[in-house]
């Protein structure tokens, strides 16, 4: 099942998939993905799969059950997809039902999209979401790359260190023209090399840390 909501009668250059659980990190995956859509005029796709024991467990209770749910499903899409920028040039609302990944890998190849866009809920740790997440599967099956919105208000893993605070501000005030901090530098705790592209500012572009 599928809606279309057209914005303009042009075609777009590329095609951006969106799936959406109406959990509460959907309207943000979604208004990220409607930014990547209007920067780079490209065609959005909103996907939302209505699992199989969902369907199951209403269809033992009647028929209606499963109307009463795709029709549920299909005005909460329609809700969020009003709450997007007028500048998305085409989109499109879909409804499915199976396993989640594969619905979604499937539209994605059915539409030839260039870019699939997931959000995961874990909170903490990496190894919960290659364990059961929707977001890991599509790692594997979409005929596309796959990006997991991960918003920044979520805990880093516990061996990522915190940015600088010195560092960000000297990024803020040089409008990034300079990423490090004075101590840093200097000498920075984890030694790298970087290569600016067009050559930067001050003692040359290849600065060893």
Same mark, same amino acid.
């Given at each position: 099942m599928n809606n279309v909501t057209s914005r303009q009668d042009n075609p777009s250059k590329s095609v951006i998939l969106v799936g959406i659980d109406f959990q509460a990190l959907s309207?943000?995956? !979604?208004?990220?993905?409607?930014?990547?859509?209007?920067?780079?005029?490209?065609?959005?796709? @909103? @996907?939302?799969?209505?699992? $199989?024991? $969902?369907?199951?467990?209403? #269809?033992?209770?009647?028929?209606?059950?499963?109307?009463? !749910?795709?029709? $549920?499903?299909? #005005?909460?899409?329609?809700? !969020?997809?009003? $709450? !997007?920028?007028?500048?998305?040039?085409?989109?499109?609302?879909h409804l499915a039902t199976g396993h989640v990944d594969v619905e979604i890998a499937q539209l994605g190849s059915d539409i030839s999209a260039d870019l699939i866009i997931v959000g995961t809920r874990a909170r903490s740790g990496f190894e919960r979401f290659l364990e059961s997440s929707v977001a890991a599967n599509l790692l594997r099956l979409a005929p596309c790359p796959v990006l997991v919105y991960r918003p920044k208000s979520v805990p880093t893993w516990e061996q990522i260190v915190p940015p600088c605070p010195d560092c960000l501000e000297a990024q803020r005030a040089s409008g990034r023209t300079r990423l490090w901090c004075d101590r840093h530098s200097e000498r920075h705790p984890r030694a790298h090399t970087y290569h600016e592209t067009p050559d930067g500012f001050g003692m040359g572009s290849l600065t060893f840390r």
């Amino acid at each position: 099942m599928n809606n279309v909501t057209s914005r303009q009668d042009n075609p777009s250059k590329s095609v951006i998939l969106v799936g959406i659980d109406f959990q509460a990190l959907s309207k943000e995956v !979604l208004s990220y993905a409607a930014e990547l859509a209007v920067s780079a005029g490209t065609e959005l796709h @909103v @996907v939302h799969v209505l699992a $199989d024991h $969902d369907v199951a467990a209403v #269809q033992g209770e009647r028929a209606i059950g499963v109307v009463n !749910l795709a029709t $549920d499903a299909h #005005q909460k899409l329609a809700n !969020l997809a009003a $709450d !997007l920028p007028s500048m998305v040039a085409r989109m499109f609302l879909h409804l499915a039902t199976g396993h989640v990944d594969v619905e979604i890998a499937q539209l994605g190849s059915d539409i030839s999209a260039d870019l699939i866009i997931v959000g995961t809920r874990a909170r903490s740790g990496f190894e919960r979401f290659l364990e059961s997440s929707v977001a890991a599967n599509l790692l594997r099956l979409a005929p596309c790359p796959v990006l997991v919105y991960r918003p920044k208000s979520v805990p880093t893993w516990e061996q990522i260190v915190p940015p600088c605070p010195d560092c960000l501000e000297a990024q803020r005030a040089s409008g990034r023209t300079r990423l490090w901090c004075d101590r840093h530098s200097e000498r920075h705790p984890r030694a790298h090399t970087y290569h600016e592209t067009p050559d930067g500012f001050g003692m040359g572009s290849l600065t060893f840390r």
